[in-house]
């Protein structure tokens, strides 16, 4: 079992930054990837971010490449997500989620077995 519990959502305005983390509790937090997704109203669930157990890959959706940085410190059992330049079409609800199943990284929702309760992301225009 494993626990998520994001942080640091909140308002800011277009072409500003937030960073935002996810703890996790549970099974040995190096053992598994860690990814980030995202869902606006009236939208599907979409993928943001994604990292391998150590933190040495990573992989982007291209529409956050060179704004978002993903992150991972396993000494302290958590992953963040380092968002800049933020655009209005960001705007979302922020999931971080573990796939348990692996050391590395997808971007497959569907391969994702645990998920944080989620973080409102705004980005004002």
């Known amino acids: 079992q494993v626990q998520l519990v994001e942080s640091g959502g909140g308002l800011v305005q277009a072409g500003g930054s937030l960073r935002l983390s996810c703890a996790a509790s549970?099974?040995?937090?190096?053992?598994?990837?860690m990814g980030w997704f995202r869902q606006a109203p009236g939208k599907e669930r979409e993928f943001v971010a994604a990292i391998s157990w150590s933190g040495a890959n990573t992989y982007y959706a291209d529409s956050v490449k060179g704004r978002f940085t993903i992150s991972r410190d396993n000494a302290k059992n958590t992953v963040y997500l380092q968002m800049n330049s933020l655009k209005p079409e960001d705007t979302a609800v922020y999931y971080c989620a573990a796939d348990t199943k692996t050391r590395y990284y997808t971007s497959d929702v569907n391969r994702y077995d645990y998920w944080g309760q989620g973080t409102q992301v705004t980005v004002s225009s």
């Open positions: 549970g099974r040995t937090f190096s053992s598994y990837g």
